[in-house]
């Protein structure tokens, strides 16, 4: 249960919504999360999900959870260049050991 | 500043070599998690301590890898016998240990092998 993927680039433009996907493979995950890297900054947790929801919404953010697919999605409302980052997500198990995926690069157009 | 620190954040070493990285974690944080990360991969967990007790350990972390946290707070992770392959950012985290409680990364430690 530690494969959790994602695909590597995401283009938008600027004011449009971003989606970006990730399936993972372990059912007894706890919880999911999504991380956003920024070039030479450290790893910031933007929200997470508790494995028995389906959707979780945070200000722009909205988090959509299958879990009879293992697909978890985080939709970026009004994407702006700030938001230009490599994204996480991430599964924490029963005993607490967290997997992440690959990352998807986001690149947001003016 | 109360955050995570790492120290070094940088350390170039010879083939063979044993290095040692220091994490200062949050000071209530009671869970700490280490990770090694390689360009254009995401984190990879290594192992986690409950206060001094180390929890988990990851199939990833060899014999030649071992981390301490003798006192419920700052952590050690000492590689030995240093390879090309050990070239990474090794990642220190930190959390209050409730459930889903949120992780705090530090700025990592950025191993050169050569």
């Known amino acids: 249960g530690e494969d959790v993927e994602q695909s590597l680039f995401l283009s938008v433009r600027e004011g449009d919504s971003s989606v970006i996907n990730c399936t993972y493979t372990d059912s007894s995950s706890t919880y999911l999360y999504w991380y956003k890297q920024e070039p030479g900054a450290g790893l910031q947790l933007l929200t997470y999900?508790?494995?028995?929801?389906d959707m979780k919404q945070d200000q722009r953010l909205t988090v959509l959870l299958n879990k009879k697919d293992k697909h978890l999605s985080l939709r970026i409302a009004d994407t702006q260049t700030g938001d230009s980052a490599i994204y996480f997500c991430?599964?924490?198990?029963?005993?607490?050991?967290?997997?992440f995926g690959t990352g998807t690069s986001l690149t947001v157009i003016p | 500043d109360t955050g995570v620190s790492q120290d070094p954040r940088h350390k170039i070493t010879k083939r063979g070599q044993n290095v040692t990285f220091r994490c200062d974690p949050i000071?209530?944080?009671?869970?700490l998690y280490w990770y090694r990360q390689t360009l254009g991969q995401g984190p990879e967990f290594l192992t986690y301590?409950?206060?001094?007790?180390?929890?988990?350990k990851s199939r990833l972390l060899s014999d030649r890898f071992s981390a301490e946290r003798p006192k419920g707070s700052f952590s050690t992770l000492e590689i030995q016998r240093t390879e090309q392959g050990d070239s990474a950012m090794y990642l220190c985290a930190s959390s209050l240990g409730q459930r889903g409680s949120e992780q705090y990364f530090g700025p990592g430690t950025r191993l050169t092998v050569t």
């Open positions: 301590f409950q206060n001094e007790a180390q929890l988990e």
């Open positions: 999900i508790f494995s028995n929801m």
């Open positions: 991430a599964e924490s198990t029963p005993g607490n050991q967290f997997y």
């Open positions: 000071s209530e944080h009671n869970r």
